[in-house]
C-alpha cells in the first residue's frame, strides 16, 4: 500500500503518510492493567510514607522487615563459587535437582522414583510449572477444562486462560465461617464431568491460608477416584504451613496411596527464599518408565520454543543443599524459624485486634495456615488501608502474614479496627 504505483517515496513522507503509518504500529495498544499482587508492590515502592506497610506479595521478610537469604542458600552459594561453567542446562534442567525435589514431594523412598515413573523437569519456579502443564494439558487433552478454586491465586487464571485451557470453578471458601466450604466443594467434585482436570493447592492454601484436614482430604481423593479426576497439585508453600515439609505433603501422600497419577508443581520461591532465582519443577506421575519417558520428552519440547533450557545457578543452589545431609538440615531448621515467625506473628495481630476491643471475631487470623491471612476485608476497606494509613495488601483482603513485624503489628491492628469498626 504504501509503495503504490505513482505515488513517489517523497510524496508519502511529505503528505505525513509515513510517519502516521509507523506511530499506528502499536497505536492500539492501550496499557495493561496493572497485576492485583506484583502492581501492590510497584505502588508500595512508589509511596515516600515513611509509615508504610507492605503485606500485599508473599515473600518472606525478617522481624526487621527486610528480605532474607537462608544461611544455608549463603553456604551452597560459597560452595559453588568460582566452580560453576556457564554451559547450558539439558532442556529439562538440573537432573540433581529434578531428582531431590521430587524426594520431597513424593517422599525420600519412593518407589515411583525408583521405578523410573515420574515425567519431570526443571520449571521457572511454581508459575513456569504450572504454565508447562496448562501448555502441556492443552496440546494432549485439548478438549479438557481445568477446574479452579474460588479464590485462588490471581495468576492461576491468566496460566490456564494463557494455554487457552478452558476454566471451570469450583467451591472452596466460605466467606462467613471463613473457612472451607467442604459440602459444596464436594458436590462441585461430584457433579463435575467424569475425568476432570482439577487445579488444587497441596498445602497453605493462597489466598486464604485455609486447607482441607487430613480426613477431609482422604475424602477429596476418594471423590477424585470415584469420579476418575485428575489432580493437579500446586505446591508453593511446602514447608510454610506446618514449618515440616514432609507433613505439608500429606495431601500428595493421601492421592498417591490412593494410586493417582497425579501431577505437581513445586517451588523453592518461599521455601528456600530463592524468589528471583526461578527454581522449580513439574512432574507427573505415569503408568511405567516408557510412558514417563515419552511424557518428559514432550514436556521437554514445550520448553525448548518457550525458553529452551531453564537457569543453571538456582538449580545448583538447591542440588548443593538438599544432597547434602547437613545443609539439609540446616534448611529445614531454616525453614521451621520462618513459618513459626509468621506463626508468632498470627497471635500478636490477633491478639492487638482484641485489646483494641474490636467487636468483630478475629479467630480466623490463627485459624488460617501459611504465609496468608485472608481478613475478610472489604475491597473498599483495603484501600481505606492504603490511602489513610499506607498499608499496601491485596484487594482481596489477603494480608502476607510475612510481612508483618513486632514493629508493625499494632500500627497494623490499629488499622484494621479502623477501617472495620463500622462494619
Ligand atoms: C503471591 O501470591 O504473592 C506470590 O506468589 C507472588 C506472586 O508471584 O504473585
Known amino acids: 500500500m504504501a509503495f503504490r504505483t505513482g505515488i513517489s517515496r517523497r510524496m508519502m513522507m511529505r503528505s505525513g503518510f509515513g510517519l502516521r ?8 495498544v492501550e496499557p495493561a ?21 507492605n503485606v500485599g506479595v508473599g515473600a518472606y521478610r525478617d522481624d526487621n522487615g527486610k528480605p532474607v537469604v537462608l544461611e544455608c ?33 513424593y517422599g525420600e523412598n519412593s518407589e515411583f522414583i525408583k521405578d523410573k515413573r515420574i515425567a519431570a523437569v526443571q520449571a521457572l519456579s511454581g508459575t513456569g510449572a504450572c504454565r508447562l502443564f496448562a501448555d502441556f494439558q492443552k496440546r494432549f487433552r485439548p478438549d479438557s477444562q481445568i477446574y479452579i478454586p474460588v479464590p485462588t491465586w490471581a495468576n492461576h487464571h491468566n496460566i490456564w486462560r494463557d494455554a487457552q485451557v478452558p476454566q471451570r470453578t469450583f467451591h472452596y471458601y466460605h466467606p462467613e465461617t471463613k473457612g472451607l466450604d467442604f459440602a459444596s466443594l464436594m458436590d462441585d467434585v461430584k457433579n463435575a464431568p467424569n475425568g476432570s482436570f482439577f487445579l488444587l493447592h497441596a498445602c497453605a492454601h493462597n489466598p486464604t491460608g485455609v486447607d482441607p484436614s487430613e480426613e477431609q482430604w482422604k475424602e477429596i ?35 498417591l496411596e490412593d494410586g493417582h497419577l497425579i501431577g505437581i508443581a513445586q517451588s523453592y520461591a518461599k521455601n528456600m527464599g530463592l524468589y528471583g532465582q526461578r527454581v522449580g519443577c513439574l512432574s507427573l506421575l505415569c503408568e511405567d518408565e516408557k510412558q514417563a519417558v515419552a511424557v518428559k520428552s514432550q514436556l521437554q519440547q514445550i520448553a525448548r520454543p518457550m525458553y ?21 538440615k540446616l534448611w529445614l531448621k531454616e525453614v521451621k524459624v520462618m513459618a513459626d515467625r509468621i506463626i508468632g506473628m498470627r497471635t ?21 495456615i501459611g504465609m496468608f491471612c485472608y481478613s475478610g476485608l472489604t475491597p473498599e476497606q483495603v484501600d481505606r488501608m492504603t490511602n489513610e494509613f499506607h498499608i499496601y495488601m491485596t484487594r482481596n483482603g ?26
Open 21 to 28: 503509518s509507523m506511530s499506528s504500529w502499536w497505536g492500539s
Open 33 to 53: 492493567a496493572k497485576d492485583p499482587i506484583l502492581g501492590v508492590t510497584e505502588a508500595f515502592l512508589a509511596d515516600p510514607s515513611p509509615d508504610k506497610v
Open 73 to 105: 542458600v549463603r553456604e551452597a552459594e560459597r560452595r559453588i563459587a568460582g566452580k560453576l561453567n556457564m554451559e547450558y542446562l539439558p532442556m529439562g534442567g538440573s537432573v540433581n535437582m529434578v531428582e531431590e525435589t521430587l524426594k520431597l514431594a
Open 221 to 255: 481423593s476418594y471423590q477424585f477416584k470415584v469420579k476418575g479426576h485428575f489432580a493437579f497439585f500446586d505446591m508453593a508453600y511446602q514447608g510454610f504451613a506446618s514449618g515440616d515439609p514432609e507433613r505439608d505433603a500429606k495431601s500428595i501422600k493421601i492421592f
Open 308 to 328: 529452551s533450557n531453564p537457569p543453571v545457578q538456582g538449580a545448583l543452589i538447591v542440588s548443593t543443599i538438599l544432597g547434602d545431609p547437613e545443609l539439609k
Open 348 to 368: 500478636a495481630l490477633r491478639e492487638n485486634l482484641e485489646k483494641l476491643g474490636s467487636p468483630l471475631s478475629w479467630e480466623h487470623i490463627t485459624n488460617q
Open 398 to 423: 489477603r494480608i502476607s502474614m510475612a510481612g508483618i513485624t513486632t514493629g508493625n503489628v499494632s500500627y497494623l491492628a490499629n488499622a484494621i479496627h479502623e477501617v472495620s469498626k463500622s462494619a
